[in-house]
């Protein structure tokens, strides 16, 4: 079966304070890895995609990097405005391109 | 562009009620998708519209929800009777369609939020 697992569950880090999320994924056929921002009462916000093993995506304070089991999201100097949950989603291969969704890491970012 | 638009934001309804959900997808997206997102959790895939067919209803309770898309545009999901475990922000998404598609991520609206009391 298909599954996405993402921790911590939450994290809490000072201002400043660089830290890493993982996503880790058992899937048949991986056809892309996608990274997600969620904030409170909106719907999830696309950040990155990654098709495969190497590939490294930048935006801002966050790059996510991909291997052959897994994905990080890494956070440098993060502020309190990157608040937020962080959802990993991978798309495997098949008649649909559907997303499958891990549980999210909440990030709280202190000033 | 303009973004995925869903109404209402918010519905609270009593167990064994009925309520639907509206979806307006980007313009030109040819999938549409329902996700059911329960606090604390990530989005579940309900249903994928491909145009107006349905290409993956798997994970639908098909004895209470129920989903339609006309002329490949709009979009409503219904529940009828409703359950508590019901409760959950209800979300739509909508991504092109073709080659390269799967390179395409989906464009989510921002929900709307249930509660069944």
């Known amino acids: 079966e298909d599954q996405v697992t993402q921790s911590p569950e939450a994290l809490r880090l000072q201002e400043g304070e660089s830290s890493s999320l993982n996503c880790s994924y058992t899937?048949?056929?991986?056809?892309?890895l996608f990274w997600y921002r969620q904030d409170p009462g909106k719907g999830p916000e696309f950040l990155f995609t990654?098709?495969?093993a190497g590939e490294e995506k930048e935006k801002e304070r966050l790059k996510a990097t991909l291997t052959k089991k897994e994905s990080f999201l890494h956070i440098t100097a993060p502020k309190p405005e990157d608040s937020a949950t962080y959802l990993c989603?991978?798309?495997?291969?098949?008649?649909?391109?559907?997303?499958?969704f891990g549980t999210g890491t909440l990030l709280a970012v202190q000033p | 562009e303009a973004g995925v638009a869903q109404s209402p934001r918010y519905k609270i309804i009593e167990k064994r009620q009925s309520v639907a959900f509206w979806c307006n997808p980007i313009?030109?997206?040819?999938?549409l998708y329902w996700y059911q997102q329960i606090l604390g959790q990530g989005p579940k895939l309900l249903i994928q519209?491909?145009?107006?067919?349905?290409v993956d209803d798997s994970q639908l309770p098909k004895d209470r929800f129920s989903a339609e898309r006309l002329k490949g545009v709009d979009s409503t999901l219904k529940i009828q009777p409703a359950k508590l475990e019901d409760s959950a922000v209800y979300l739509c998404?909508?991504?092109?369609w073709g080659v390269g598609a799967y390179s395409s991520p989906l464009h989510f609206g921002n929900g709307t939020r249930l509660t069944v009391t």
């Open positions: 899937v048949s056929g991986l056809r892309g």
């Open positions: 313009s030109g997206h040819a999938t």
């Open positions: 989603a991978v798309r495997v291969g098949g008649a649909t391109n559907k997303l499958i």
């Open positions: 990654l098709y495969s």
């Open positions: 998404a909508s991504s092109t």
């Open positions: 519209f491909q145009n107006n067919g349905v």
